[in-house]
């Protein structure tokens, strides 16, 4: 048989209608934790619930130093829940910020189930909260984000002009990821999925990308990629020998003044 355009459409139709949940079953690892359990958490920190516009009940977490400067909204990465990064929001709240610490729909305490979609109205959502709860203007804010929370962090900063926009371990696309981890063959079915790549430049803000050199799972050169990519004001940190999940710790004065003097 022959396999004309036609053909080809119709053998592969009935995969390409399953990008969508084949993108979200790869990308997101949560971990649920019941919306009725108590969990201690340190001193500074609180659970403050939003609303997104489809229905779902986030609860994220809230610091408060004692003169906050503005305000950072963190996404965080693809796996875990939000409860596991408090000692990051604190070191983050001690440069003068207050941290507000999104817990995606399906993580945590936060209802609904993760999706591309759903995590940019996720975004939507913390950024009305930050603006209209806490009484932020766009300049005052600061948006975070750390491996797949990056993609989040660029498709809502390309709607705005936050004061500040941090990308740390950035991918540039799942489609480029997808390549990265061997299935080639499959990267079509990405299609646009998280799509940073053909986004940056949509950014109006300064820019900050910290990646690590030896990242085992989103490579460093994805991190230059979407750094060089960048037209607008920006600055790159190399944190040398730097993995995926530990690169905070590899230099850590580096990092921490990188944040500091870029959020200043």
Known sequence: MKLTKKTLSIILSPLFLLCTPLVNMFSFHPVKTPADKHVDLPQGIT???????????????????????????YFHGNGGNIY????????????????????????????????????????????????????????????????????????LSQHIE??????????????????????GFLSGIAGEAFNSLGKINHLKSPLLVIHGTDDDV???????????????????????KGNHNQLEHFEPEKFSNAIKAFIR
């Open 47 to 73: 659970e403050v619930v939003i609303k997104t516009a489809d229905g779902q009940k986030l609860v994220c977490l809230l610091t408060e130093p004692d003169s906050p400067d503005g305000v950072m909204i």
């Open 84 to 155: 596991h990064r408090t000692d990051r929001l604190l070191e983050l709240a001690g440069y003068g910020k207050t941290v507000l610490g999104v817990s995606y729909r399906g993580y945590g305490k936060s209802s609904g189930k993760p999706s591309e979609a759903g995590l940019y109205q996720d975004a939507r959502a913390a950024l009305s909260f930050a603006e209209n709860e806490l009484g932020y203007t766009i300049s005052e804010i600061i948006i975070y984000g750390r491996s797949i929370g990056t993609a989040v962090a660029v498709e």
């Open 162 to 183: 936050p004061g500040r926009v941090i990308l740390i371990a950035p991918l540039t696309s799942a489609k480029e990821m997808a390549k990265e981890m061997g299935f």
């Open 218 to 240: 989103i490579p460093f050169s994805m991190g230059k990629k979407l750094f060089e990519q960048y037209r607008g004001e920006k600055k790159f940190v190399t944190i040398e």
